[in-house]
C-alpha cells in the first residue's frame, strides 16, 4: 500500500533562519511527490512536485524540495523562513496505475511557525 | 484563468438531511477530484471524475456520490448526514497530462 508520513507535527523556526518540513513515503515503482500548504480556512496551494529528473526541485515562493529515494524522503526546504510562510503544510504521492491519476495520499499535514 | 470555484463556501445541516456541494474547475481542466478533510482523519480522497465518469474512488460508504457534467463541473451529494460528516470538503481539478492538482477554497459542511 502507499503511503506518506510526516514525522512532525509542528516545526518551529524563527524568522531568517533555514526551514525543513519532513516527509519519507512508501510507494512501489516511482512515486509522483508533491507539496501542498494550506492556510487558515483556505483550500490547498500548490507548492512544487517531483515527477522525473534533478533531485532538487524549486517551487513557489522559494520553497524547493529534495528527492532522495535510498531514503525515501522528500523534504521541504527553504534558505530563510518568512513569517507568512507560516501555515499547514501538506507532503503527497500520487496513486499509480493510469486510473488513479486523480488520486492523491497525503500526509497528516505539519504545523509550519515561524516566529519574528 | 479563474481557480477552482466551490459553491456554497459555508453549510450546516441536520442530521439525515442531504447535501449537494458544487465544484467549477478551471477552465480546460477535465479531472475533478474531491476530497474530505477532517481534524482526525486528515485529507481523505473521495472520488474522482474525468469525462463524465467516475474513474477512482475512495473508501467511504454509499451515501456519498458524485457526478460530473459535460462541461465538466461537478456535484458530490451526502444522504443521510451523520454528525461526523462535518467536514471541509475540497474540490480540486487538473488536466489530462498535468500531475498536480488545483484545490478550490473547500465548503465547510457542519452536521447538527
Known amino acids: 500500500a502507499q503511503s506518506v508520513a510526516q514525522p512532525e507535527d509542528q516545526v518551529n523556526v524563527a524568522e531568517g533562519n533555514p526551514l525543513t518540513v519532513k516527509c519519507t513515503y512508501s510507494?512501489?515503482?516511482?512515486?509522483?511527490l508533491f507539496w501542498y500548504v494550506q492556510y487558515p480556512n483556505r483550500g490547498l496551494q500548490f507548492l512544487l512536485k517531483?515527477?522525473?529528473?534533478?533531485?532538487l526541485v524549486k517551487g513557489s515562493y522559494g520553497f524547493e524540495a529534495e528527492f532522495n529515494k535510498s531514503q525515501t524522503s522528500f523534504h521541504l526546504k527553504k534558505p530563510s523562513a518568512l513569517v507568512s510562510d507560516s501555515a499547514l503544510y501538506f507532503c503527497?504521492?500520487?496513486?499509480?496505475?493510469?486510473?488513479?491519476?486523480?488520486?492523491?495520499?497525503f500526509g497528516q499535514g505539519t504545523t509550519l511557525q515561524v516566529k519574528p | 484563468k479563474a481557480g477552482v470555484t466551490q459553491t456554497p463556501r459555508y453549510l450546516i445541516k441536520t442530521r439525515g438531511q442531504q447535501v449537494t456541494l458544487s465544484c467549477s474547475p478551471i477552465?480546460?481542466?477535465?479531472?475533478v477530484s474531491w476530497y474530505q478533510q477532517t481534524p482526525g482523519q486528515g485529507l481523505q480522497f473521495l472520488f474522482e471524475?474525468?469525462?463524465?465518469?467516475?474513474?477512482n474512488k475512495g473508501n467511504f460508504p454509499g451515501r456519498f456520490s458524485g457526478r460530473q457534467f459535460s462541461n465538466s463541473r461537478s456535484e458530490m451529494n451526502v444522504s443521510t448526514l451523520e454528525l461526523g460528516d462535518s467536514a471541509l470538503y475540497l474540490c480540486?481539478?487538473?488536466?489530462?497530462?498535468?500531475?498536480?492538482?488545483?484545490f478550490g477554497p473547500g465548503t465547510r459542511l457542519t452536521v447538527t
Open positions: 480540486a481539478s487538473s488536466t489530462l497530462e498535468g500531475h498536480e492538482q488545483y
Open positions: 510507494v512501489s515503482g516511482n512515486p509522483y
Open positions: 517531483y515527477i522525473t529528473g534533478d533531485n
Open positions: 503527497a504521492v500520487r496513486a499509480l496505475g493510469s486510473s488513479n491519476t486523480g488520486k492523491l495520499i
Open positions: 477552465s480546460g481542466h477535465r479531472s
Open positions: 471524475y474525468f469525462s463524465e465518469t467516475q474513474r
